[in-house]
């Protein structure tokens, strides 16, 4: 097996999706080349840093088995697409991943009849990585409040104070819709250094809590004022969350 057939197969190998016969091939390719060896070394770490951010849920046994009848519906037609040769993509990993996890998220919010505040923790979690990891970060690229928060207007059921920080070290860089919980929220972005602070608003309702709350390297903090729930997400430490929070209530 050469470098470029062991490279389109290593991702499958990863994902323990190849038959005995080519598992032995691309494995003693990798025995012999150092540069294919490193790209799979590589490909194992992307995939476990993933695995590591994306919250689990469990899927239903139906979803399991509806899931597993349409792979094997698929699995002839894409025969052809596979010897042409397939090349792992981070892009599409990432979405796979984010894909599962929303379909969990919505799975898990069905069979209990509701959310909770853990979920909607993993919700407003997962919303801050999907906007790091795609392309959808800012919908108004603006440093000026005057700027973004007439840009909500008619887009929600409500107005987001916005407001710019960059005298506390905290510049705003605008803002976009986002859909959350089950409902569509305000994301207003800000920089802290290199960092990026989501701050997802929306009005008040029963899922106010005790704030702060950490996860995977990740801070949360939350506060209401006039009405409507401030969740602030980065990876920042929660003290400079917190002074963020006290610039924003001022
Ligand atoms: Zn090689």
Redesign the pocket.
């Known amino acids: 097996m050469?470098?470029e057939s062991?490279?389109q197969l290593i991702d499958q190998l990863l994902d323990e999706e190849l038959d005995a016969g080519l598992r032995i091939e691309v494995r003693g390719?990798?025995a012999?080349?150092?540069?294919?060896?490193e790209?799979y070394a590589r490909l194992q770490d992307q995939k476990a840093e993933i695995q590591g951010y994306a919250p689990h849920y469990e899927a239903p046994a139906a979803l399991v088995a509806s899931i597993r009848a349409a792979v094997e519906r698929e699995a002839a037609g894409e025969k052809a697409a596979l010897a042409a040769g397939t090349k792992w993509r981070w892009a599409a990993v990432a979405a796979s991943v984010l894909l599962a996890v929303s379909l969990g998220w919505n799975f898990a919010t069905l069979r209990s009849g509701g959310i909770n505040r853990d979920m909607l923790e993993e919700s407003l979690l997962t919303s801050h990585l999907r906007s790091l990891i795609g392309t959808h970060l800012l919908d108004v690229v603006s440093t000026d409040q005057h700027t973004v928060k007439p840009w909500f207007n008619g887009k929600l059921d409500f107005s987001p104070d916005v407001r710019d920080l960059s005298g506390g070290g905290f510049p705003l860089a605008g803002g976009r819709i986002d859909y959350l919980a089950g409902r569509t929220v305000a994301a207003l972005v800000f920089h802290r250094r290199q960092h990026v602070i989501n701050l997802f608003v929306w009005p008040v309702d029963a899922l106010a809590g005790a704030s702060p709350w950490s996860r995977q390297g990740f801070n949360l903090v939350h506060w209401e004022s006039g009405g409507l729930n401030y969740w602030a997400v980065s990876d920042i430490p929660v003290s400079e969350l917190q002074q963020f929070q006290a610039l924003y209530e001022k």
């Open positions: 050469n470098c062991a490279r390719h990798l012999d080349c150092r540069a294919c060896l790209a």
